[in-house]
């Protein structure tokens, strides 16, 4: 089943971190998870514990410091944190130790021990700032890549039908569309391939453009000239959004909340997007059109086969509508498992807690309800070895050091008895 | 259970430039103490405007079309904005859901926490003594009109009063300064048991600072009545001097855990210990000031200064006072009796077709002197329709009058406009504007109204008559201690700035804001959503209101701290038995809070019932929608999205409002507006599927499934 889904988009060790005067703030810090084609991915946490700057990171509209993200299989972020931290780390250790052997009397065994240190630091040194430009290159270049290599394709497929077609009227005809689908793919960019809708439909949408120019700016960034092409691509997303085309001649302030949802979704999806990172997309709405907008992406998803990553606290809703789910606390993802067996078997103790605030539309229930706390001094001993990410059954992953692995695992077969 | 709040009839529209907006049409509901209320709908249904109409900050062009807000026998919409000031905010408070909206900018934090407390303190303790003052002179006035004039009775009277006065506020200082001291113990115990705990994870810990700390506050946890052993806390005090002295070190010494542990055993120890009754042992004090009572068992103490009490004082207190009350009583219940024969001459009066202004407002003047007369002010529980009678009916005097001078030129200007333009369309010429209607008052309506407030007084009299035969003086009298006892708590409550900032620090603590005093010093701008929300909510708490008014308080938040912020509000409601109305459109947060539960849409209550009724027995199509379109943990099917948008309330559709968005809609939904269909005792719903001629609808299958689910899981 596993080998079958493919690993759309990959993030591996993410950090982003900003600067507040002399310290630093953590917002993410190494997080890494894999999102396959077609499934939702839901991230859920606590506000200010960094999934939205996760979404946001991932789509570039944040430098990453330290990590690196690829879509399908290429490399469209990436930071230098990690690579400089470890040539930092290298000096410091090389220092001690020389530190240490010159204190010795003086030897020829000594001196192959110093040449043998700095040899080992500048390989070190050497390999990181490999990786450093690397990563710089494809942090910048990444869609000039895409685009060489877009074009490359539209190459392989107009010029043997060039080449075989005789002079004439036909040729010059074909040799436009070659030229103007040359130009197109020169303008293509990857990171088209991902869009974000935002929280707050009322601040994202530019209240000085009609809807049909913000629909179609995407469109005409990427190079589009033919206003009929245009017009029907419009015509054809506001129809699968649910709005009909004479909306798209209107302001954002015409619409109520539910519908101005829409136009961000329309927005979204016009450059036929293969990721759609939603960002609370429902928490600023009301009850029913909470309900309207998540059946539209539901059905977008299926018509279009989009893979979305959904950032919401609203856990029954994330419950709802996702495949796989990650918990987020501070900056770090500390449960990753199908929404089902994140529901069944929580293990981090922030899991347990979150879902034990979850509010059910059932007063006898929610009347004997007790919300489990979370301190984290408490419920880990981390004095003797840190955490890590590991994997207790297959696809469950849990945040966690090696003593309470083996009570996690434990747990989990009692569970498994019981039931 | 005592009613707090009653909204009756109440309608509200806003005049815009598109035309008159009816965004409350005719709602009612109550309020009991101790319970919580939740309003649930979509936005535009009216439940913000209704709760800003309970506080008085409807918008400027907002028009109270008619009903009543009574609270404590005042109608709320027709007090003058100064007797508003000392309700709004005092006794009604009221949490919004944009906490930035609701705090001030340019003042930092903690000023903003204090600032009302402070206020409070002064003008509350002003208050609470004028309302001791009168009550106990009214007290002593009907006592000396039962005594008709016996010299020694009347001296006796003066007495009693005298000394319960004093007594009364003397015990009540005690009793304050007892409670600011075992608070004192409980925080101190509750830090430093937090501290031994930190210590025995071996996370690091401010040594110095902590210690520093506890020795400070030692001192301020010295009662005779609550910590005895004050050998032992010098003890300790002495090992924890040395503590000082030793060097930096980011874990507690052996000898330093021990101290603590021991003085954390002491306070515990103390803060189970049983509290005086500081009431009766005041009286014994009194009067015995040189009794050394520190010995003696506290339960043997207090049943001695009960005895002491009742006997000397308390028995012959409540009797004259039992005889005043009922003195009183029958004072107001004769003429309450003389004025019901006697409103049958005002309603004769204003079935008159025509009134006369002076004549009119002379026979009010009279009638409202005679209602106040009869209003019987040493009984605790206020009536509102007596208390309310002045006002009601001033307005509505003033409503017909204003009616008779403008009638006739709205009806002259309405037929000079409808003439302009008939002529204007006679001559076949296009016009682009419109006939403004006449807004005119009914007059006949008018003075039903006035007819009715009289009924509505009648009627009450009525009941208090009748009510007579079980009215027990001894208990009125009672009552009537207790309110004194409570009016002398809030005299002796004094906050002075010291006191307001740490009770400030507590509840930035209590709402969950880490490192308070950090904190406190901090403006707006400095916090996040959810940190500014728990501000706002430690500034509405900080009053101590009667009412707490919450409009969607936790619809920015997450999850956790939605719960939190619940759970904060929850138990604060129990503590101080508030009263609270939840305004929210999410179900899930209304189970865990509401008792009751209204379900609002376009401006008119829909169902109104228990939150088990609403819950587990829905009957109006729209709730079923609201409870179908939330997906809960098991949901797995397509949700049901209400469709459509809710409609115009310039225009409110003809019918039923909901029936353009429900597919159950009957074909009467669309001609007449259904009335409210009693289903049990507290369960009401206005939809005509509960006609007895109606068709057998069931629920959507989604809301009838978790119904079945949600029962399944209550019997498990």
Known sequence: MSEEKKVLLSVQHLEQFFKMGRKKLKAVNDVSFDIYKGEVFGLVGESGCGKTTTGRSIIRLYDITGGSVYFDGQRICAGINTYKETIKQAKAKANAQLVELKKQPASPERDEQIAQINADLNKVIEEQTALIKSAKYDHKHCNKVFAEHQKKLVREKYEPMLANMPEGEEKKALQAEYKEALRLAGKDRIMNKMQMIFQDPIASLNPRMTVREIIAEGLIIRGIKDKAFIDEQVYKVLDLVGLVPEHASRYPHEFSGGQRQRIGIARAIILNPELIIADEPISALDVSIQAQVINLLNELRETLGLTIMFIAHDLSVVKYFSDRIAVMYFGKIVELTTSDELFAHPLHPYTKSLLSAIPLPDPRFEKQRKRITYNPIAAHDYSEQGPYMQEITPGHFIYCNDAEFEMYKKELAGDSTNN | ?716
């Open chain 2, 1 to 716: 259970m005592e009613k707090k709040l009653e909204v009756k009839d109440l309608i509200i529209s806003f005049r815009t430039s598109g035309g008159k907006v009816q965004a409350v049409r005719n709602i009612s509901f109550d309020l009991y103490k101790g319970e919580t209320l939740a309003i649930v709908g979509e936005s535009g249904s009216g439940k913000s405007v209704t709760n800003r109409a309970v506080i008085g900050i409807l918008a400027g062009n907002a028009i109270v079309e008619g009903g009543e807000i009574v609270y404590d026998g005042q109608d709320l919409l027709k007090i003058p904005e100064e007797e508003f000031h000392k309700i709004r905010g005092d006794k009604i408070a009221m949490i919004f859901q944009d906490p930035m909206s609701s705090l001030n900018p340019i003042m930092k934090v903690g000023t903003q926490l204090t600032e009302a407390m402070l206020l409070k303190s002064s003008s509350g303790r002003r208050n609470a003594r004028n309302n001791f003052n009168t009550k106990l002179q009214l007290l002593n006035k009907f006592m000396d009109m039962v005594d008709e004039g016996d010299k020694v009775e009347i001296e006796k009277n003066k007495q009693e009063c005298e000394t319960f006065d004093k007594f009364c506020i003397n015990s009540t200082k005690l009793e304050s300064a007892y409670n600011e001291i075992y608070r004192a113990v409980i925080e101190l115990q509750l830090d430093v048991e937090n501290q031994l705990f930190l210590n025995s994870k071996k996370q690091p810990i401010e040594v110095k600072k902590v210690v520093k700390d506890v020795i400070k506050r030692i001192p301020e946890t010295y009662h005779p009545d609550i910590v005895v052993e004050d050998e032992k806390l010098r003890s300790i005090v002495a090992v924890l001097n040395e503590e000082l002295k030793l060097p930096k070190s980011k874990a507690f010494s052996e000898a330093c855990v021990k101290a603590l542990e021991e003085l954390s055993e002491i306070l515990e120890a103390a803060s189970k210990r049983t509290k005086p009754n500081y009431f009766t042992l005041g009286f014994y004090m009194m009067k015995n000031p040189t009794a050394n009572v520190d010995d003696m068992p506290i339960e043997e103490l207090t049943e001695m200064t009960r005895k002491y009490l009742d006997e000397e004082f308390m028995f012959g207190f409540i009797d004259d006072g039992a005889k005043a009350m009922a003195f009183s009583h029958n004072k107001s219940i004769e003429a309450k009796k003389a004025l019901l024969v006697k409103t049958e001459e005002f309603l004769e009066y204003f079935r008159n077709e025509k009134l006369d202004k002076k004549q009119t407002y002379a026979l009010a003047g009279e009638m409202i002197k005679l209602v106040n007369d009869a209003i019987d002010h040493l009984q605790v529980a206020k009536n509102s329709v007596e208390h309310t009678f002045a006002s009601s009916i001033k307005d509505a005097l003033s409503k017909y009058f204003a009616g008779v001078v403008k009638n006739p030129k709205e009806q002259a200007r309405y037929d000079r406009q409808k003439a302009r333009h008939d002529a204007l369309i006679a001559k076949g010429k296009t016009v682009d504007w419109k006939v403004v209607p006449a807004a005119l008052v009914d007059l006949d309506l008018a003075r039903k109204n006035i007819r009715g407030i009289i009924h509505n007084l009648r009627a009450s009299y009525r009941r208090d008559i009748e009510n007579d035969a079980n009215y027990n003086g001894r208990e009125q009298v009672i009552a009537l201690i207790e309110y004194l006892k409570e009016q002398a708590s809030a005299v002796v409550y004094k906050v002075t700035k010291k006191m307001a900032k740490a009770k400030a620090l507590k509840l930035l603590e209590e709402v969950g804001i880490p490192e308070p005093a950090i904190r406190y010093n901090q403006y707006p701008f400095e916090f996040s959503g959810g940190m500014r929300q728990r501000i706002v909510i430690a500034i509405a708490l900080a009053a101590n209101p009667d009412i707490l008014i919450c409009d969607e308080p936790t619809t920015a938040l997450d999850v956790t701290i939605q719960s939190q912020i619940l759970e904060l509000i929850n138990r604060i409601k129990a503590e101080r038995n508030l009263s609270v109305i939840f305004i929210t459109h999410d179900l899930g947060v209304v189970a865990n809070m509401a008792d009751r539960i209204a379900v609002m849409y376009a401006g008119k209550i829909v169902e109104y019932g228990t939150a088990d009724d609403i819950f587990y027995d829905p009957r109006h199509p729209y709730t079923w929608a609201l409870l179908s379109s939330m997906p809960d943990l098991d949901t797995t099917e397509k949700l049901e999205a209400i469709p459509g948008t809710p409609p115009n309330m310039i225009f409110p559709p003809k019918g039923d409002a909901f029936a353009a968005r429900n597919k159950y809609a009957l074909e009467i939904d669309f001609e007449q507006e259904p009335p409210m269909f009693q289903i049990s005792d507290t369960h009401y719903a206005a939809t005509w599927l509960l006609h007895p001629n109606a068709p057998k609808v069931n629920p959507p299958k989604i809301v009838v499934d978790r119904i079945e689910r949600m029962s399944k899981k209550g019997v498990q």
